[in-house]
Nanobody, 124 residues
Framework: QVHLVESGGGLVQPGGSLSLSCAAS????????MGWFRRPPGKEREFVAA????????FYADSVKGRFTVSRDNPTQTVYLQMNSLKPEDSAVYYC?????????????????WGQGAQVTVSS
């Protein structure tokens, strides 16, 4: 069983920055890719970013490319999402997820375990 806990969400003004963390426990974190997804208000869940194991390959949704950075620290079993130049349309509940594969994927069905979500609100 895998347990994922996100932290770091909150309220930020447009143009600001936030960093999300996701701490994993359970099965061997270092064998699997990790992803970030989000669910904007009233919309479907969407892919944000993914990182393979051990962290050499990263992939981003076009909407966040150049503004968001995904990273992972394998010894501490933590994955991060640094979000810069935030826009109101980035407001959502953000979820980290652990894949069943070591390679990255933007498909939610490839992820076995999910965190509880962290609220990010971008508003002036």
């Amino acid at each position: 069983q895998v347990h994922l806990v996100e932290s770091g969400g909150g309220l930020v003004q447009p143009g600001g920055s936030l960093s999300l963390s996701c701490a994993a426990s359970g099965r061997t974190f270092t064998s699997y890719a990790m992803g970030w997804f989000r669910r904007p208000p009233g919309k479907e869940r969407e892919f944000v970013a993914a990182i393979n194991y051990p962290g050499s390959i990263k992939f981003y949704a076009d909407s966040v490319k150049g503004r968001f950075t995904v990273s992972r620290d394998n010894p501490t079993q933590t994955v991060y999402l640094q979000m810069n130049s935030l826009k109101p349309e980035d407001s959502a509940v953000y979820y980290c997820a652990e894949s069943r594969y070591s390679s990255i994927s933007r498909q939610a069905d490839d992820y076995d375990y999910w965190g509880q979500g962290a609220q990010v609100t971008v508003s002036s």
